[in-house]
């Protein structure tokens, strides 16, 4: 996916309108590698909304609405105190490592961060998919 930089003379509503068509032309379709985010991870402030967000996944992709071919996980934050989402930001890229390893580190990744009620971050549970993203990275480690 491209830098999130507008081109010289577009607006940034040109910009994020012409990123949501592309987007709509995206769901339901396969997605080759580079054009849209390798990977989505979704980060829970506990089971509950681990379920809950999985749940949503789930539907979301039975019902064509997100990109096909993308890998979407949903990691649960560590029990105990939470230290916000440098917390889940961490906890989150060893959950990736685990599951590929080396691999990770060359993929495009999309990370939500999304939390409690009275938590650090409040995400409403059935909604995450319209809250602010908070974080778009491409981790490069020489």
Not at 62 to 88: C, T, W
Not at 115 to 131: A, C, H, P, W
Request: aromatic share 10%; charged share 25%.
């Amino acid at each position: 996916m491209a830098a999130a930089t507008a081109p010289s003379g577009v607006s940034l509503q040109e910009a994020t309108q012409r990123k949501l068509r592309r987007f709509s032309q995206l769901r339901g379709k396969p997605v080759a590698a580079g054009e849209f985010w390798d990977v989505v991870v979704i980060t829970a402030a506990d089971e509950k909304q681990e379920l809950a967000y999985r749940q949503q996944l789930s539907e979301k992709l039975k019902r064509k609405e997100l990109p096909l071919g993308v890998q979407y996980h949903v990691f649960v934050d560590p029990a105990g105190a939470k230290i916000g989402n440098g917390g889940s930001t961490l906890c989150a890229l060893r959950c990736l490592e685990k599951l590929y390893g080396d691999k990770w580190n060359s993929f495009i990744i999309l990370l939500i961060h999304s939390g409690k009620l009275e938590g650090y971050n409040f995400r409403l549970k059935d909604s995450f998919f319209k809250s602010n993203t908070s974080c778009y990275m491409k981790i490069l480690v020489t």
